[in-house]
């Protein structure tokens, strides 16, 4: 399995408040994503990185941020947490573009009361 | 935009084989990939495969590829209760910018009877 880990693996947050998920992996591979998981919906790119300090939106991007200071860590905030952010949270790493497919962490469940 | 479709649910026996079906409408799609999820786990890549191809077959997956009719097929051989799972069809078009954008499919839930 590739070395990727997620951090919480569950967190229960309050409408308001600020969350933030790490996402951190051994392989250093140059491109990195944040995916939320959410019935009927499949997966949905959030941000994406491809190198340190390079990230851009992808297509739910509203009311996140991303920061990727070193090429193991890619971090994504929830400036102000909103119930509609409850989902399960997935980070996936790829090589060179990932036409080989992408390597998925185990995932942050995140519940917003 | 790109759309991947499949159907919702699948049960087979123990010991049958279980063909996935996907749909996708992206003509440019290039690559075309089947992952596996499991409660509480991370997608796991099986297999991918590319669009000049009509076939491939790794162990007890065969993954055909229709592009006329962009159709993706899974078959899992002599299916186990360990298989059952999600199943998420995935695509991507050619390279281009700074990353490679994939579409998932919303998932098949495979269940074996034992």
């Known amino acids: 399995d590739a070395g990727i880990t997620q951090s919480p693996r569950h967190k229960v947050t309050e409408t308001g408040t600020p969350v933030t998920l790490r996402c951190h992996q051994t392989e250093n591979h140059r491109y990195m994503y944040w995916y939320r998981q959410d019935p009927g919906h499949g997966l949905r790119l959030i941000h994406y990185?491809?190198?340190?300090?390079?990230?851009d939106k992808g297509e739910v991007s509203d009311g996140y941020s991303v920061s990727r200071s070193k090429t193991e860590d890619f971090l994504l905030t929830l400036e102000s947490a909103t119930s509609s952010q409850t989902s399960v949270y997935f980070c996936a790493i790829s090589e060179e573009r990932g036409a080989l497919g992408q390597f998925f962490g185990p995932g942050t469940r995140l519940t917003v009361l | 935009g790109e759309d991947v479709e499949q159907s919702l649910f699948l049960s087979v026996r123990e010991g049958d084989s279980s063909v996935i079906n996907c749909t996708y409408t992206d003509s440019s799609s290039t690559y075309l990939y089947w992952y596996k999820q499991e409660p509480g786990a991370g997608l796991q890549l099986l297999t991918y495969?590319?669009?000049?191809?009509d076939m491939k077959q790794d162990q007890r997956l065969t993954v055909l590829l229709n592009k006329k009719d962009k159709h993706l097929s899974l078959r899992i051989a002599d299916t186990q209760t360990g298989d059952s799972a999600i199943y998420f069809c995935?695509?991507?078009?050619?390279?281009?910018?700074?990353?490679?954008?994939?579409?998932f499919g919303t998932g098949t839930k495979l269940q074996v009877i034992p």
């Open positions: 995935a695509e991507s078009p050619p390279i281009s910018g700074g990353y490679q954008k994939v579409t």
């Open positions: 495969i590319f669009s000049n191809m």
């Open positions: 990185s491809y190198g340190v300090k390079d990230t």
